[in-house]
């Protein structure tokens, strides 16, 4: 049965035309606007008292899996390509959602294609998926439709992904190793206290000898656990999860990041990570032409740390009422003075996209340092670390052993 579908299309001047349509589907509209040299914007069916049962009756959509950065990085740099070499949206998404790895990626690229055929811009279409698509992907996106500059803006978009993608590579293998054998030292420290020291226990106790001050304190310990261990596993897990819930507050995850920033070394690196988030995504978007204080916005959410944050919406506020970024992110005393003379230079020289780009280049590289001393100082701490909990152990059962062949002597 034919439906009335209202309609809001551009010409080939970009003028904004309106008007209504009676067609089987939305489909059907945007093939007859197209036919018509149009460009649909928007396409929907013309309410009616009806169409309300059979919305609120429509079938909900199935949810769909996680997407990862990996994937999202592939898919971005390959509809750049396919985009520059003139295919159409519908084609690229297609081709795209049928070699996609990822099953989430391709189910949610389907339903884009489907979008966008109906007449949805791909904009609209991406803000559909809040959790794949951040806020500065589909701002960025949006932007390039109006400037017919798509191609260009999903390559560095690729490249801005892609930085990301890298600089939490860098990071995770920093981390990895200390906390593999952390879990190792608590792991073997736990081991011994259950099972080794009870065994040593045993034997000291039939010996009847008078024991050392760290052999007696090693042996309290193990009987504590030993006879509290369901205790202690519940007491660990009810520590975990309120240390996820304190983490999920918002006030308590402030007071973290600003003493995260005074560590040695831990806080430096945040910092230039924090500058390098911010670099890129303010980069990438004045490049598109998005709004500077849209622009700010968007660079605040990916900052990562909430100090940093809240200086950049603080820049924002004061963007508003006219002043420079400069000044502002000077006052804030969070940023590098480096950072706040080279975009000082991008203002007053109209080249705020090239310095924002050296900024971020230079500092990707002293993330990339900070990351390598990091990893050479902490493994030869994590070794002192798990040789003094094993070693000290052992000490601690071995010293009646040794009091014992001195008495024999």
Same mark, same amino acid.
């Given at each position: ?67 990862? !950065? @990996?994937? *999202? ?11 520059? /070499?003139? +295919?159409? #949206?519908? &084609? ?100 011994? !206290? @259950?099972? *080794? ?11 009847? /000898?008078? +024991?050392? #001050?760290? &052999? ?194």
């Amino acid at each position: 049965m034919a439906k009335v579908y209202v309609y809001q299309a551009r010409n080939m001047k970009g003028e904004l035309i309106t008007g209504e349509y009676e067609a089987e589907n939305i489909r059907e509209v945007a093939i007859r606007l197209r036919g018509m040299n149009l460009y649909p914007v928007r396409i929907e069916e013309k309410r009616t008292p009806s169409s309300f049962f059979s919305l609120t009756l429509a079938p909900k959509k199935e949810k769909v899996g996680k997407v990862k !950065l @990996t994937d *999202l990085t592939v898919f971005t740099r390959q509809f750049a390509t396919m985009i520059n /070499a003139g +295919l159409s #949206l519908s &084609t690229c998404l297609n081709i795209l959602s049928e070699q996609s790895e990822s099953k989430a990626l391709r189910q949610i690229l389907k339903e884009i294609q489907r979008m966008v055929d109906e007449g949805s811009s791909l904009s609209e279409a991406f803000a559909k998926f809040p959790n794949v698509f951040s806020p500065l992907y589909i701002n960025m996106v949006k932007a390039a439709e109006s400037a017919g500059t798509l191609d260009e803006t999903l390559e560095r978009l690729a490249v801005t992904l892609e930085k990301q993608q890298e600089l939490r590579r860098k990071i995770k293998s920093a981390m990895t190793y200390p906390v593999i054998v952390l879990i190792i030292a608590i792991g073997a420290g736990f081991g011994m !206290l @259950t099972f *080794l020291v009870p065994i040593f226990a045993g034997m000291f106790e039939s010996m009847g /000898a008078q +024991l050392p #001050l760290p &052999t007696l304190v090693l042996l309290k310990m193990s009987k504590f656990i030993t006879s509290n261990i369901l205790l202690i596993l519940l007491g660990t897990i009810i520590l975990i999860l309120g240390a996820i819930r304190a983490w999920k507050n918002p006030k308590i995850k402030d007071k973290i990041d600003e003493i995260l920033l005074k560590i040695p070394v831990f806080g430096g690196l945040i910092q230039k990570t924090s500058v390098v988030n911010f670099a890129t995504t303010l980069a990438a978007q004045v490049r598109t032409g998005v709004p500077i204080l849209q622009a700010l916005q968007l660079a605040g959410q990916t900052a990562g740390n909430s100090v940093f944050r809240k200086a950049i919406d603080l820049t924002r506020q004061r963007v508003r009422e006219g002043e420079r970024i400069a000044p502002v992110l000077k006052e804030t005393k969070v940023f590098p003075p480096m950072v706040v003379h080279m975009i000082s230079i991008g203002e007053e020289s109209g080249s705020l996209e090239q310095m924002l780009n050296k900024i971020a280049e230079f500092y990707e590289g002293e993330v990339a340092a900070a990351v390598e001393s990091l990893t050479s100082l902490i493994e030869p701490l994590m070794m002192v670390f798990v040789g003094g909990i094993v070693g000290g152990m052992l000490i601690a059962l071995y010293l009646p052993i040794f009091t014992m062949f001195q008495y024999i002597k």
